[in-house]
């Protein structure tokens, strides 16, 4: 399958048309992924592309940033460093977002976009959506990598590890979903597709 919808940099384009794979919604969603050079604390943030909220909902693009290289304190990770299975998870954790904001309407997008920056709950509560999506979209099994990957890499500081427990869903939490979904997801319905 292609994705014409789908823009993304040579090197991960591989891995973003398989994390869009199991998103078979988004086949005709413009969903860009592209490098930043700022090193910002997440390694990877989704938004809707601020210009399309002012077209109907079915045109909304989406843009995911990703981070050549992130800072922890006073180390840096590069994209290359993360092994490919974890990297599709990591993708597919951010359009489990963009599945996430393709539900809302613009106006619940921009108080959603100013409550994720000042309550931890809300973060909370929209990093397990996010992983929720996958799971059900059968992405279990990659961001299960995922987790291990972020909780148990040594170069990894462990305010870092702090922020991903205290923010995101654990291990256990994740085998819980698949427990729920299953190891292939559950297919989507007709209206989800549309
Ligand atoms: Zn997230």
């Keep these: 399958m292609n994705y014409p919808?789908?823009?993304a940099p040579d090197n991960i384009r591989k891995?973003?048309?398989?994390?869009?794979?199991?998103?078979?919604?988004l086949a005709h969603t413009e969903v860009e992924f592209k490098y930043n050079d700022m090193v910002r604390k997440n390694f990877m943030q989704a938004q809707p592309k601020w210009t399309s909220l002012l077209k109907s909902r079915k045109e909304r693009a989406y843009i995911v940033l990703i981070s050549k290289k992130f800072k922890?304190?006073?180390?840096?990770?590069?994209?290359?460093e993360v092994p490919n299975d974890v990297l599709i998870g990591w993708l597919g954790h951010e359009?489990?977002?963009?599945?996430d904001y393709r539900s809302r309407s613009t106006i619940s997008m921009l108080i959603f976009g100013l409550k994720y920056l000042y309550s931890p709950s809300h973060i909370k509560e929209v990093?397990?959506?996010?992983?929720?999506y996958a799971v059900k979209h059968g992405m279990g099994n990659y961001i299960l990598k995922t987790k291990d990957f972020i909780l148990?890499?040594?170069?990894?500081?462990d305010s870092y590890k702090d922020h991903m427990r205290k923010f995101y869903l654990s291990p256990e939490e994740i085998t819980e979903l698949i427990n729920r979904y299953g190891t292939t997801g559950k297919k989507p319905t007709m209206k989800e597709m549309s």
């Design 5 to 7: 919808k789908l823009i």
């Design 15 to 25: 891995e973003a048309e398989m994390a869009m794979s199991f998103y078979p919604e």
């Design 72 to 80: 922890v304190e006073d180390k840096y990770f590069t994209i290359d």
């Design 95 to 99: 359009l489990g977002h963009v599945m």
């Design 127 to 132: 990093e397990r959506t996010a992983d929720d």
């Design 152 to 157: 148990n890499n040594t170069s990894l500081s």
